[in-house]
DNA sequence: CTGTTAGCGCCTTCAC
DNA sequence: GTGAAGGCGCTAACAG
């Protein structure tokens, strides 16, 4: 029985008053006789009337919908923050409104209108290689808008981020203090400043070390099959190098560090003992792999939850240029069997 | 610069024509002299002018979105779907509005009345274990729907989904030709439909073979704590039945087995000459495991795709009952080391 | 080929 | 306390 929507009116005709009287007893405002209200209240429940948000918010021009953009759902660092965000949204009375873009620019295009032409009130972008024509666009909307993860063109931006310099350092200087000298660096050519960061924090730590920085492969992507042609790639040249494999690999994060053990363990190389291997994020997976995975713990969840909260700042304020707001979360290293 | 929305009445103001006009022009809608159509493209474009979705869609009655509803973000069979679902979505102008409602019923109204309030044109469902006061709660909205791989209240629902029975046979199928004897079931105390149709398929499968099914565990969930806390409680069981692990173990998914396999390596048990494993799914990282996974294969990412497709013929229907229809896509059997 | 009028469902003044 | 208008941005019907 696909039954008609019941709008404010049916329910207004039905108690015997005027729609404005309805529209205020459902959101429970201005005063009026309790006995009314009460009316109201019941009929709208039994005559199955849903509020309309639609017409809401054409005429208050408030959405209550969160844009969130994210480059793909099929990865596990994203999914924790989309959870994260939502959770908080929810608990505000808010709704989000997911988009993957993948790496195609004129996806990205087309989501910003989608969002624009859906109004969203807030848009957050996660974990992106904002340019500065897509910074520049996201700018237009005159929306508000949060980046997680991804302030390399985000100097204007608001921004919850964790620091992916110290957490390479951090790995670094584990990796170091247990000896390990030949440390190679997997990177994934596809990540902006999460990658640099890292791989900067790789060459600096070395150098502080007194050791020279040789050997950086990068993978075309930061997934698993990144992780493998790297590693593919990366032997060859270490044996060139080194005359041996590389005594530990630091890896992009941890969807690239499992492709690089699936490679080891095919080549007959035992992880700790012949290659260290460590990843960065500490997906749920990397706790149960064999060896379990050495990396750095982001706090993937939380950085959806304060971005959101980030945001809701925002729409609290009436200013249309409240003061840039920075978070910077601090993860921590894990230390597993892989090194 | 929060530049104030740009309307057609802007445009047709600055163009010199009344509104309608500017609303077919932009629509390529009506006959009329290229010329004007040509102007008030421009100028649109000019000024920067993005149509209001909300607004049309109060007058149309059409908001091209399409809801979405999973249990979570953070689960890496969910995620391929939706990625299926959201590019078929787009490739056919719809946009997809994704919500999670963990096992919180509560939630799950609130999201369909969400979906209700922003006027979905259709639902999709995915693996859910759809009760049946949900079930009626969303066949109240009169909106379309369609299942994915949660037809167990849906007799009366759309449903696209893949054969559990049949895949959880060829699973069972190749471990008996591999002489496994002693063949524990690793189930999902939180899964429906699916879960039994598997758990049916080894009971059947030993029966077949003249074995009993004798050990069957079930953990909280299908996670990769799910799996360890099976595991751990599998073990002891199948000493006291047999005097020994069991030689096998069929798990409910692939995220299961990998926390079975963490277990087993810690007890020292070598996969799979002590004991061999197998998932269901074929997620991303079972291919990269050490030993790699057996597993069978879903077609994800075609599931979501299918359902979409199923959506979108029941939106181009006029007939506000179309005849059910349901789609059973094909796995296949992968196997890999660790059988 | 284009303009006028009306209304989608709701909220927000304002009178009463 | 409540009702009567007006309008959010757009499309649909009908004039002209």
Redesign the interface.
């Known amino acids: 029985?696909?039954?008609k929507r019941v709008s404010i009116k049916d329910i207004a005709e039905a108690a015997g008053v005027s729609h404005p009287t309805v529209s205020r007893a459902l959101r429970g405002e201005g005063r009026m006789s309790d006995e009314t209200r009460q009316r109201i209240l019941e009929l709208a429940q039994e005559m199955?009337y849903?509020?309309?948000?639609?017409?809401r918010?054409?005429v208050t021009q408030r959405?209550h919908?969160i844009g969130l953009v994210i480059t793909?759902?099929?990865?596990?660092f994203h999914?924790?923050v989309?959870?994260g965000v939502?959770e908080e949204a929810?608990r505000h009375g808010y709704?989000?409104?997911?988009?993957?873009t993948g790496v195609n620019a004129e996806?990205e295009k087309?989501v910003v209108?989608?969002f624009?032409?859906?109004?969203v009130d807030g848009i957050i972008v996660s974990s992106s290689r904002v340019g500065d024509d897509y910074a520049d666009l996201l700018q237009?909307t005159?929306i508000p808008i949060v980046l997680i993860n991804s302030h390399i063109a985000g100097s204007r931006f608001h921004a919850v981020h964790h620091d992916d310099y110290a957490g390479g350092c951090q790995i670094m200087a584990h990796l170091l203090e247990r000896g390990y000298r030949r440390i190679a660096y997997l990177g994934n050519a596809r990540a902006g400043k999460a990658n640099t960061d890292r791989h900067r924090a790789w060459e600096d730590s070395l150098q502080a070390a007194g050791l020279e920085a040789e050997l950086a492969i990068y993978g075309p992507n930061g997934?698993?099959a990144g992780g493998?042609r790297a590693t593919e790639a990366l032997l060859p040249a270490a044996r060139e190098r080194w005359g041996a494999p590389p005594d530990a690999i630091c890896c992009y994060n941890d969807t690239m560090a499992?492709?690089a053990?699936?490679v080891l363990?095919r080549c007959g190389l035992r992880i700790p003992d012949d290659v260290a291997v460590t990843g960065f994020d500490d997906i749920?997976?990397a706790?149960?792999?064999?060896p379990?995975l050495t990396t750095f713990h982001q706090p993937r969840h939380q950085l959806g939850v304060e971005a959101m909260q980030v945001m809701l700042s925002l729409l609290g304020q009436t200013n249309?240029h409240p003061p840039r707001q920075v978070r910077t979360l601090i993860g921590r290293l894990v230390v597993r069997r892989s090194s």
Not at 72 to 76: G, L, N, V, Y
Not at 287 to 290: K, N, R, S, V
């Open positions: 029985m696909p039954q199955g849903t509020p309309s948000l639609v017409a918010g054409l959405s919908l793909t759902f099929a990865d596990p999914n924790e989309v959870q939502e929810i709704d989000i409104f997911v988009a993957s996806r087309e209108r989608s624009q032409g859906r109004q237009e005159g997934r698993l493998v499992i492709g053990m699936a363990h749920d997976v706790a149960y792999l064999e379990p249309p």
